[in-house]
């Protein structure tokens, strides 16, 4: 007799509980998505779910996107470094942003981004994770610039609101895992 492997994503989504039903299968359906490639698609969610802190997610994310060759170690590096960088710089542009001050946006940040110029994998890449984070974080300033050189780099309306979209069903993920605590 064949034993079925497992699929980490379906088995997360069955814990969640009937008031997010509309979750479960929106989460189901992301990583089928036509509009980017399936591998952003792994990454995107998963960068997401590196921000919300919640490791089953992050875990199962992982173990799939390992399981259809489709997450590799630069993309999972990248969708840990976005979750850490806009933690810091979507808090601090936000504060600019809200505070609307003219003397706050003429002092130097003076927050080491690295990263964002030498990603693990590619430059869209890595905005479409930043992107995404920030779109959950709420950061007006970060959004408009990651949408801004997405664009500059030809990458789509469409893709770009691809992404946010996973961002926020996988969000959404996260919190209705929560919701029998």
Known sequence: MV???????QE??????????????????????KVLEPSLNF????????NEG???????IIEEGRAQDLLDEATIEDAKAAAALMSM???????????????YNQMPARLRMQRIAKPATDKNTFELFSLAVSAVNGCGMCMQSHEAILVQHGVSEEAINEAVRIAAITRATAVSLRLDA
């Open 89 to 103: 710089n979507n808090v601090y542009y936000r504060f600019r942003h809200l505070i609307g001050k003219d003397g």
């Open 12 to 33: 997360l989504a069955a814990r969640l509980p009937e008031a997010a039903r509309d979750i479960k299968v929106n989460f189901k359906n992301i990583f089928n998505g």
């Open 43 to 50: 990454g995107i969610a998963l960068a997401v779910a590196y």
């Open 3 to 9: 034993s079925a492997v497992a699929n980490p994503i």
């Open 54 to 60: 919640d490791r089953g997610l992050s875990q199962a």
